[in-house]
């Protein structure tokens, strides 16, 4: 018995795990947008800050610290399951 030369080695996977991979792919790429984007544009507005009151570094400090919590928290709201009504 001889073997077809267009089948393949390797099974294809099926159509739904291939969405999922993109899905998650999908998912990080969108967490790690958030983050970086929260962080620098609070980091650009603590620069602005300190050169317009002249305070040192103590703007750009504040607002990356609260940049950064806010990014944090917007990665947890990223990954709470969709279906919000389901919990009390």
Do not use: Y
Not at 7 to 16: A, F, Q, V
Not at 36 to 44: H, M, V
Not at 66 to 73: D, E, K, P, R, S
Request: hydrophobic share 45%; charged share 15%; glycine share 10%.
């Amino acid at each position: 018995m001889t073997e077809d030369p267009n089948e393949s080695k390797h099974p294809t996977p099926p159509p739904n795990s291939l969405a999922s991979e993109w899905r998650q792919a999908l998912w990080a790429m969108a967490a790690v947008i958030e983050l970086t984007a929260s962080i620098l544009a609070s980091a650009w507005m603590g620069l602005w800050l300190d050169r317009f009151f002249q305070s040192g570094p103590f703007g750009l400090l504040g607002c990356v610290a609260l940049g950064g919590g806010a990014g944090f928290w917007l990665l947890w709201r990223l990954s709470r399951p969709a279906n919000r009504g389901s919990q009390p």
